[in-house]
T-cell receptor, first 114, second 113 residues
């Protein structure tokens, strides 16, 4: 069974550009979560999608957005990139939305903003 | 809002030493608690979990007990191995402010042979 897959592995952009990151959840998982892992800051919750809808978002500006497709894959878009957006972006999926559900993580996309 | 606080690392131990990584949380609801581990070059994976007060999660020799009275979920292992070298994240999940799982900052563990 394939795990959570993310693409690209690395992404280099310059300030002001837009970045698009992609995530495919485990087959059968309907919930997708996005996290930002900046150096020394742990994982910061960005967005949660379930059944095609945005269900919750963390304390990030509106230039962080995304969507979930009918096949439950997801895209994270970051507009007007800033230097501090450089981080590892992790996608996770789960079967449902119960609090005791574990998250399955992908290996991440390393975004570098120059 | 909810929060998770972990002891700062790195933690350096010799093989077969006893490990404790402290984790405390703040939550207004009844969260589930987790420990995730990130081995070098790999993604995060669940190590253990506990879903209610006094539950003990265990896996691979690691244990943690959900202590509601002290709002803690400390990770312990009696005898660490070099292969346990990794970053450990404490996390909680509940519906406060909308369903989400939040993580602590992570604690890096180095185990020397």
């Amino acid at each position: 069974e394939a795990g959570v897959t993310q693409s690209p592995t690395h992404l280099i952009k310059t300030r002001g550009q837009q970045a698009t990151l992609r995530c495919s959840p485990i087959s059968g998982h309907t919930s997708v979560y996005w996290y930002q892992q900046a150096l020394g800051l742990g994982l910061q919750f960005l967005l949660w999608y379930d059944e095609g809808e945005e269900r919750n978002r963390g304390n990030f500006p509106p230039r962080f957005s995304g969507r979930q497709f009918p096949n439950y894959s997801s895209e994270l878009n970051v507009n007007a990139l800033e230097l501090e957006d450089s981080a590892l972006y992790l996608c996770a999926s789960s079967v449902g939305r119960a609090t005791n559900e574990k998250l399955f993580f992908g290996s991440g996309t390393q975004l570098s903003v120059l | 809002g909810n929060s998770v606080t972990q002891m700062e690392g790195p933690v350096t131990l010799s093989e077969e030493a006893f490990l404790t990584i402290n984790c405390t949380y703040t939550a207004t609801g009844y969260p589930s608690l987790f420990w995730y581990v990130q081995y070098p070059g790999e993604g995060l994976q669940l190590l253990l979990k506990a879903t209610k007060a006094d539950d003990k999660g265990s896996n691979k020799g690691f244990e943690a007990t959900y202590r509601k009275e002290t709002t803690s979920f400390h990770l312990e292992k009696g005898s660490v191995q070099v292969s346990d070298s990794a970053v450990y994240f404490c996390a909680l999940s509940d519906y406060t402010g909308g369903f989400k799982t939040i993580f602590g900052a992570g604690t890096r563990l180095f185990v020397k042979a």
